[in-house]
């Protein structure tokens, strides 16, 4: 029988070189656009837009993870009734799902694909948390068996 709760927090590196990456990408972006069109601002200003839409967009995610690893909050807590997960903000009850896989489509081994009953799929990257893969995924899948049989009497 598995741990009563086992916790998995945030992954500070994959934190730090996303925001890295994301910085550099928009930066390299904008600059090329400007090298590109300097004699016509408003396309400029165009992909400029378009480079702040998707920092707005990522920007909640990255400052709910920040917050997280700085305040020390969990990313996936494992318990007798329940996967609580802060990456996409869900708890899900282990009789509510169906199976547990190694991926999920297109990107089958970066993540954790949790299928619930209700056809929808839960993916939770390895990247973002600080875990060992393959120990990972054993301890979903042996909280998931060990729990659901218990909880379906």
């Known amino acids: 029988m598995p741990d009563q709760i086992k916790t998995y927090y945030f992954s ?3 934190l730090v070189i996303g925001a890295l990456l994301l910085l550099a990408f928009n930066s390299l972006t904008f600059t ?7 004699d016509h601002l408003g396309y400029s200003l165009m992909f400029a837009a378009i480079l702040l839409g998707s920092i707005a967009a990522t920007y909640s995610r ?14 996936v807590v494992l318990t007798p009734q329940a996967l609580i997960e802060q990456v996409n903000k869900g708890e ?4 509510d799902i169906l199976e547990i896989v190694n991926g999920y489509g297109k990107t089958s081994g970066a993540h954790a694909a ?4 209700n056809d929808k799929v839960i993916s939770i990257s390895y990247n973002a948390i600080r875990c060992n893969k393959k120990e990972f995924l054993h301890q979903l899948k042996t909280y998931h068996e060990t729990y659901m049989a218990g909880m379906q009497l």
């Not at 090329?32 to 300097?38: D, G, I, K, Q, R």
């Not at 899900?92 to 009789?95: F, I, N």
């Not at 949790?114 to 009953?117: A, R």
């Open 12 to 14: 500070r590196t994959a």
């Open 32 to 38: 090329l656009s400007l090298l590109a069109f300097p």
């Open 62 to 75: 990255y400052t709910r993870f920040l917050g997280s690893v700085i305040n020390k909050q969990p990313a």
């Open 92 to 95: 899900y009850r282990w009789v």
């Open 114 to 117: 949790i299928i619930l009953k």
